[in-house]
């Protein structure tokens, strides 16, 4: 068998978390590939809404697999939260999660450098979620990390405090406040003692023994392809690679082993932290999109910033990843403007471009609008893509032609119920 790929187009909190327990039932393994405690994913069913940041949208379904792939950085105090969560309504996290032994770990202190880096960039700051994730890849890169293997050697309290006296030495430099990190420590050391208790694997191997014997495997991407460090709009990126080739790296799985891509993107856009978004709006309409599609993170809290979409960045994504399945979310959001309008085009250093360029952070992108007549209905309470309003359906075609991928799945509401599937070979 071929792992499916699902992963955010834009700039993250597309729905992934909704949409991969939408299809749970059609795979056996669900793992995430890369990412961290920065994502929240939300998944929403009889009538509860759960938040998720490190473990897989498929927990909720049972007989199911979840892994946390190589690709991932692990924060053992929000982990150990997360599940605690997960436990009030009756998961067996001990049954249906397993670990890499490869994933690294996030310490106290790498948050605490994250805070400090961004103190320290002042205006230029990133908007990071403060969660530890660029200081962690970057130990991981530079050959300092921690994995959750070392959690199983003898020397492993040794191993942390070497690093963390590394990173000390760095924050007294930075003058950082370290008052807290006693209590800190204290919490992260319950919760090494609780990873000691969930299956580690090797779990490249595992995915790889999984796919040969003939199971279905889904990577569960988390932020999206405008974060990837290679391909986003940096330095206001993610510190890993966001796009599909992250999942291979992220899980040890070949290239030649993927199967389908889902791309997931909103029928609009948002951004939440600092940098580059051409299309977003300043005005009353922004406001609104904001409003009625609860536009607040799901990890953070903090306000994301609203703007149409934007069919150069998407077609950026839409090549990076090798899409083959395109998934429309938050359609029911755009149900009452009069006016819909999407950017086709940039005018970027005194040309009209139709593609994602180098640098919007420093040139500019001046987003080119194509305007759409609106719909009034209400898209929840449609049951077949036949009943769509007409306006609606030439958004859908109009994308479908730009982007040349079909859009097989509409999302239009957060519960798992809200949800269109117009070609329904993708459940099976
Ligand atoms: P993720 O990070 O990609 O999993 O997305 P988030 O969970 O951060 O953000 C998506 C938000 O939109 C969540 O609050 C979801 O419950 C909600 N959501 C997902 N799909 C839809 C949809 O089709 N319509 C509406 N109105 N909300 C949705
Ligand atoms: P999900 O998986 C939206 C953004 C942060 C910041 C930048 C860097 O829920 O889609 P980091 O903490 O990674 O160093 O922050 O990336 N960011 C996200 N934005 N959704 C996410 O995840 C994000 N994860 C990180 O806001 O701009
Ligand atoms: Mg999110």
């Not at 670990?99 to 700051?125: C, F, N, V, W, Y």
């Not at 290239?255 to 709006?281: H, M, N, Q, W």
Request: aromatic letters at 10%.
């Amino acid at each position: 068998m071929k792992a499916d790929v699902l992963l955010g187009l834009q700039w993250g909190d597309e729905g992934k978390g909704k949409v991969v327990d939408v299809l749970t039932p059609k795979y056996d393994i669900i793992a995430r590939f890369q990412g961290g405690p920065n994502a929240g994913h939300t998944l929403e069913f009889e009538g509860i809404k759960h938040v998720l940041h490190t473990i897989p949208s498929g927990i909720f379904r049972s007989n199911k697999q979840n892994v946390v792939g190589n690709g991932v950085v692990i924060d053992p105090i929000i982990f150990k939260k997360e599940i605690d969560a997960l436990q009030v309504h009756q998961v067996d996290v001990h049954a249906a999660l397993k670990l890499s032994r490869k994933a690294h770990l996030i310490l106290p202190t790498h948050r605490m450098l994250d805070a400090a880096s961004e103190q320290a960039k002042g205006t230029k700051k990133i908007g990071s979620t403060l969660k530890g994730i660029g200081p962690t890849y970057m130990d991981k890169t530079g050959r300092n990390g921690l994995r959750i293997g070392d959690t199983e050697n003898d020397n492993f309290k040794t191993l942390y405090e070497q690093l963390r006296n590394k990173h000390y030495e760095m924050l007294k430099k930075m003058e950082f406040d370290t008052s807290e990190l006693p209590k800190m420590e204290k919490e992260w050391f319950n919760g090494i003692d609780f990873i000691k208790t969930i299956q580690l694997i090797d779990s490249e191997h595992y995915i790889n023994n999984s796919l040969n014997a003939g199971q279905r495997v889904l990577a569960e991407g988390a932020q999206g392809s405008m974060l990837d460090i290679d391909f986003g709009s940096y330095p206001y990126v993610t510190s890993s690679n966001t796009i599909c080739a992250g999942s291979c790296t992220g899980l040890g799985v070949p290239p030649s082993k993927i199967g389908d891509v889902f791309g997931i993107f909103k029928a609009y856009c948002t951004r939440v932290g600092s940098g580059p978004f051409p299309t977003e709006l300043f005005n009353d309409t922004g406001k609104e999109i904001a409003k009625i599609g609860n536009e607040f993170g799901a990890t953070t809290g903090r306000p994301r910033r609203c703007g149409w979409l934007d069919i150069p960045a998407l077609k950026y994504a839409v090549m990076l990843n090798g899409v083959t399945h395109l998934i429309m979310t938050k359609a029911d959001v755009l149900s009452g403007f009069k006016e819909i309008q999407v950017c086709t085009h940039y005018k970027y250093r005194g040309e009209v471009i139709d593609f994602f360029p180098y640098d919007i952070q420093n040139f500019g992108a001046e987003p080119i609008f194509k305007k759409f007549k609106g719909w009034g209905e209400d898209l929840r309470t449609l049951k077949s893509y036949e009943d769509f309003p007409e306006s609606f359906k030439i958004y859908v075609s109009f994308l479908e032609k730009e982007l040349g991928v079909p859009i097989t799945m509409i999302s239009t509401g957060p519960d798992r119920k809200d949800t269109l599937v117009r070609d329904e070979a993708i459940l099976n």
